[in-house]
């Protein structure tokens, strides 16, 4: 990998690292109803979320923070700017951030590798190879797709 590319090579590998591990749910047990629990679910549409927000017009974000800022009387807005702080302070979100920008990514791919991820919440096992081998693609070779991205 080029010296050039590095830091946006890392940055998706953490992305990729991070989306892979919600699976494991640290000491988190999964619900028996279910299959994947809430915090699962809740930890893969924040990743959502953030991709959505990396790829919106930054004029649109601007006017969004102006309206939460204008009306956090209401706890569901002071809610949403919580989670607006914690998505900037989040050094894997800063760096994909600045990866997405200076290696003009495809935000397909990326999504590719959310939905395949979060298909995956549920499964235990693929019931066939074609299922096995189309999570491979949209996992791994969306990563390596992106990969060759940021090496130009």
């Not at 010296?3 to 989306?19: D, G, M, P, Q």
């Not at 969004?64 to 919580?82: A, G, M, R």
């Amino acid at each position: 990998m080029p010296s050039s590319a590095r830091n946006s090579y890392f940055a998706i590998r953490a992305f990729n690292v991070e989306i892979a591990s919600i699976k494991d749910g640290g000491a988190i047990k999964k619900s028996t109803q279910s299959g994947s629990n809430i915090a699962s679910n809740l930890r893969m549409q924040w990743w959502r979320d953030v991709i959505s927000d990396i790829y919106t017009h930054p004029s649109d974000k601007k006017k969004e923070e102006e309206t939460l800022v204008k009306s956090s009387s209401n706890s569901t807005e002071y809610i949403s700017q919580s989670i607006a702080a914690s998505r900037k302070q989040n050094p894997i979100v800063r760096s994909l951030q600045s990866a997405i920008h200076s290696s003009n990514l495809t935000k397909r791919f990326l999504d590719r590798m959310m939905e395949a991820r979060e298909e995956d919440l549920d499964v235990k096992q693929m019931k066939s190879m074609e299922d096995l081998v189309q999570y491979g693609e949209d996992t791994t070779s969306s990563f390596l797709y992106l990969s060759l991205e940021c090496a130009g």
